[in-house]
């Protein structure tokens, strides 16, 4: 009777060992050995659309790399974002929007240089968008708009400045502060700033 039942235990603990297809989406992750394409590429579930942009636009070569040393933020938009402004806009597929829009779309979204969140300066606003900014920093995208990003960090135990840090961005074209969802996700060829699901493409 003791064996059937050690049996009994030994079967349940089996049953319950079970092996979930878990796939980390990556979003998270913050470091990838790969070219900034390849990331957005292994990640389908968040970047699929934008992958389809970018090729559409004929960028792909500015998110492998375009020389020895050439690196690229990215505020990239999720396939959510994406997604929302193709259906107000009447497109039905990636294929059905213009090259050049997809082409201004994307260069909206890119920075030239590698940029983490540590290295933007501390910054704080105003009660809206447009009044009141302090410190941070403003930076031209390669499609002619233009950003203030700035960092804020709380006090931990009595010290100033010593808190997590936090990333904050506004576009100065439309006067909105752009929700993100994670920083400093690193490539071999520049850093993906993960746009949130709120964030709708066109508002930067």
């Not at 913050?30 to 970047?47: A, P, Q, R």
């Not at 930076?139 to 010290?159: C, D, E, I, N, R």
């Not at 010593?162 to 506004?170: D, E, H």
Request: charged share 20%.
């Amino acid at each position: 009777m003791k064996k059937l039942i050690i049996g009994l235990l030994l079967a349940t603990f089996w049953a319950c060992n079970t092996k979930y297809n878990y796939i980390d989406t990556g979003i998270s992750d913050g470091v990838h050995d790969c070219s900034m394409l390849e990331y957005l590429k292994g990640d389908s579930y968040n970047w699929d659309t934008i992958v389809r942009v970018i090729e559409r636009a004929g960028l792909t070569s500015l998110f492998e790399g375009e020389g020895p040393g050439e690196q690229i933020t990215f505020l990239g938009p999720t396939n959510h974002s994406i997604r929302n402004w193709m259906y107000d806009s009447a497109y039905i597929d990636v294929n059905s929007i213009p090259a050049d829009t997809c082409k201004k779309i994307v260069l909206r979204h890119v920075i030239k240089g590698r940029y983490m969140m540590t290295d933007i300066p501390r910054g704080s606003i105003g009660t809206s968008a447009s009044s009141g900014r302090d410190g941070g920093v403003e930076m031209p995208t390669l499609g002619g708009g233009k950003v203030w990003l700035y960092t804020v960090s709380t006090p931990a135990h009595g010290v100033e400045d010593a808190g997590p840090l936090t990333l904050y961005c506004v576009s100065l074209d439309f006067q909105k502060s752009i929700p993100l969802a994670c920083p400093d996700i690193q490539t071999n060829t520049g850093v993906v700033i993960s746009l949130d699901y709120n964030f709708y493409c066109g508002e930067l």
